[in-house]
Every structure is written in structure tokens, then in C-alpha cells.
């Protein structure tokens, strides 16, 4: 019955003579994030996407609904412009929308068209008519019309060639599409937090690279392999992401015999940004993303974040900060990377972390517990035993 999908973006509508730009991104972004699950063919007009699928229409929409830049999706049947059609084509339209009564609609007309005989009110009162009277079939109140504030609304535009048809509004996530703002380093650990936190910033139309910490044999292959299915997932939003597999095991060791073992996080951590921003520099990512969110853990307290941020130069991007652990649960459930982030594969963190790490750090004891680190010579041997891979699905 769904002929069309049409596509709306919203905020890029904006941007003057870059809309152009932006939308060959979204689109390009669409075809990519598409390739291999369906078969389609893409229009574009002034304002619009409209993407006619040869088939898998649900998964399309699934895949779709969370693609940065997208603001909303229309599953859309296509009727002639022929009134008698029409009433038939709104009528299926409406009962597959509409699954529960007691329900309230309206139909809603736009006539791009002014050749068609009928005019929009017209339109709509008569189908709102035929509906009432098929779906209602002699019962009474299963359906009823409220114009100010109805559960659905049957929307009809009567184009040129043909009309379209719709009642479902799937909501996108809005925002950019990927590869319209520059590029940032996201450190991507096993977590829940990461994947989501560096979902965002491709929300504002951030390109994704990513650094994980490898902390082999302390850490397993398959947490590796866990987050390069993270990687995957997110690959699916904006293109190939290029990851790096930063060799950490030494840093580990050497921490865990040369500094005191309440810092040993907060020294990790400010290695991992040392690290993290070292890479960045070399591949022009401007900024770090990470999965930080105030208070959460030890390291995640105010105090620790300042002392943390204090290696490092780039801006330091926490898209979480403010969010609950089931704000980004919620998230990662609809991006797809739950399910991988739920894994027990031991991180890092989980097998370093001291009993009683400190919670509210000062920054000259952290320099002073460092003293005995070869920083340098550490970080060196790091970036070279650095395993790069680019990702895709
Ligand atoms: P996540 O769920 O993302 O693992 P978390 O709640 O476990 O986060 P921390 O372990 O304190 O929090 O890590 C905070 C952030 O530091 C992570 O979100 C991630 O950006 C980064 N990070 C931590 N460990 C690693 C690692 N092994 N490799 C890369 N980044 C890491
Ligand atoms: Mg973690």
C-alpha cells in the first residue's frame, strides 16, 4: 500500500545557500545507511526527500528513524486523481493506522493542484465522511471527528500527477546530518555511555572517530571485539569510522607499580586524554567526545573532570553530562547498541580499579603521584603498537 516514503529535514532547511550541501549529505548519509537492507529509488525535491522502496519498507523506516537530520518519516500510499480511488486508498490508509477505538481523527488537505475538481475542505469533509461511515458500519462513536485535538490525522495532497496519502508521522532524531560539522575523536570504551554519547555528536552533524584503550591480556579480545561492534553500530549513522585500538597494557602496569592507588583512575584517565589527544592532533580531530556524565562514578565528580581535562588542550565534549543513566539507556536502546554494551566483558576500569578510588582529586597531588611515570616514553610506545582499523557494517 506505501508507494513512498517521504522524508522531512528540518533544521538544514535553514541554512541558506549550504542547504544544498547539507541535503546531498542527508541523502548520501540515506543511500549509506540503507545499503544492503532494501532495494528503493530516491527523489529529492525543494523540501522533501521521497524515497520509493522495492521493498522492506518497516525495516527502511526502522533504519531511517534515527538518522541525523532527519526530522520525520511518512509511510505514504499514492492514489490518481480520481476521487472515487481516493476514497478507497484514505479509507485503507486510516484502518491500518488506526488499530484502537473509541478513536478521534481529522483529515487535513493540501491542493498543490488547483485542476482538481474538489477543493481541500471539500476533500476532507468527504472523506472524513466515508471514513466515519466504514469504520463505524452502524456502531456508534467508534470513531468521531475532533478538529483541535484528534489521536490521528489523515493527511491528503493532491500533487500534479497524483495524491498522496498518510497518517503516520514517525518521528526522527532531528539535528544534522554526519559530516556537516567537522570531525571529532570519541572515546568509545565497552560501556553503555560512549556509543550513546558519540551518537550525539553525529546528531549535530559531527564525522566519528574513535579510541579505545586495549588493555590486553588484562583486558580480553572479545571486550575488543565488543567495541568494534559498537563501532559497527554507529558506522551504520554516518559513513566508515576509523578505530583506533590504543595499546594501554603497559601504561597500566606501570601505573599500578609506580603510582598510589587511589589516583591510579585519575592517572589513567589523564593518560588515556594524553593519548587520545595525541592521535586527534594527528588526524585533525578538533575536538575529544566521551561519555562522562556529572557524578556517575568516581571519576566523573567535578573535581575529577578538572584534573582529568588538564592534559589536554581540545575541547572536551560531553554530550551526556547532564543525562540519567536511563536518559542514555533509552538512547542506546534505539540506536541499537544496548544489546553489544550489555555484555559483562570486563573493561579496563573494572579490573584496575582500587577499592577506594579518590572522588575529589587536586590536580598538584595528581601531577606529584605521576613523578615516577615516563609519560613520554610510555606514550610513544602506545601510539606505536596503535592498531588502526577502519569500520563499517
Ligand atoms: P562507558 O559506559 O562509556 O564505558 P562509564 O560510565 O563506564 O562509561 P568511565 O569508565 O568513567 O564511565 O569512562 C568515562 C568515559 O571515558 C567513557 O564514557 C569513555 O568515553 C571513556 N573511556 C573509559 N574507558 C575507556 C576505554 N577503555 N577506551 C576508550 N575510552 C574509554
Ligand atoms: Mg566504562
Excluded at 224 to 233: G, N, P, R
Excluded at 319 to 342: C, F, N, V
Amino acid at each position: 500500500m506505501y508507494k513512498v516514503i517521504l522524508i522531512r529535514f528540518g533544521e538544514i532547511g535553514l541554512k541558506g545557500k549550504n542547504r544544498s550541501t547539507f541535503v546531498n549529505q542527508l541523502i548520501s548519509n540515506i543511500k549509506w545507511a540503507l545499503k544492503g537492507l532494501a532495494n528503493y529509488k530516491l527523489e529529492r525535491t525543494y523540501g522533501r526527500i521521497y524515497l520509493y522502496p522495492k521493498d522492506n519498507l518497516e525495516a527502511i523506516l526502522d533504519r531511517l528513524k534515527m538518522i541525523p537530520g532527519i526530522v520525520s518519516l511518512s509511510p505514504t500510499a499514492i492514489a490518481p486523481l480520481d476521487y472515487r480511488k481516493l476514497e478507497k486508498t484514505a479509507l485503507e490508509v486510516f484502518q491500518d493506522a488506526v488499530e484502537e477505538y473509541p478513536a478521534t481523527f481529522k483529515v487535513e488537505t493540501r491542493r498543490a493542484n488547483k485542476n482538481f475538481p474538489m477543493k481541500s475542505l471539500e476533500i476532507s469533509r468527504e472523506i472524513g465522511a466515508h471514513i466515519l461511515r466504514n469504520i463505524n458500519q452502524g456502531k456508534e462513536n467508534r470513531l468521531t471527528v475532533d478538529v483541535h485535538n484528534p489521536d490521528f490525522i489523515l493527511n491528503i495532497e493532491v500533487r500534479k500527477d497524483n495524491i498522496y496519502v498518510y497518517t503516520r508521522v514517525i518521528p526522527g532524531p532531528g539535528g544534522l546530518p554526519v559530516g556537516s560539522s567537522g570531525k571529532g575523536l570519541l572515546l568509545l570504551s565497552g560501556g553503555i555511555d560512549s556509543p550513546v554519547a558519540g551518537w550525539l555528536g553525529m546528531k549535530r552533524g559531527m564525522k566519528i572517530e574513535a579510541i579505545y584503550f586495549h588493555s590486553f591480556p588484562y583486558t580480553s579480545d572479545r571486550a575488543k571485539e565488543k567495541v568494534i561492534d559498537l563501532a559497527k553500530v554507529l558506522s551504520r549513522y554516518g559513513g566508515k569510522i576509523k578505530l583506533y585500538i590504543s595499546y594501554f597494557t603497559e601504561i597500566q602496569k606501570e601505573i599500578m607499580k609506580h603510582c598510589p592507588r587511589k589516583y591510579n583512575i585519575t592517572i589513567m584517565r589523564r593518560m588515556m586524554f594524553r593519548l587520545a589527544t595525541e592521535i586527534a592532533r594527528q588526524n585533525n580531530d578538533l575536538v575529544l567526545v566521551t561519555g562522562e556524565s556529572v557524578g556517575q562514578v568516581a571519576s566523573q565528580t567535578l573535581e575529577s573532570m578538572q584534573v582529568i581535562n588538564a592534559v589536554t588542550n581540545l575541547p572536551v565534549l560531553r554530550p551526556l553530562i547532564t543525562m540519567d543513566k536511563t536518559e542514555i539507556m533509552d538512547i542506546a536502546r534505539e540506536i541499537g547498541t544496548y544489546e553489544t554494551s550489555i555484555l559483562p566483558y570486563e573493561d579496563c576500569c573494572t579490573v584496575f580499579v582500587p577499592k577506594h578510588p579518590v572522588t575529589k582529586p587536586r590536580l598538584e597531588t595528581a601531577i606529584e603521584a605521576e613523578k615516577d611515570l615516563a609519560i613520554e616514553e610510555l606514550m610513544e610506545e602506545s601510539i606505536e603498537k596503535t592498531e588502526i582499523m577502519l569500520i563499517e557494517e
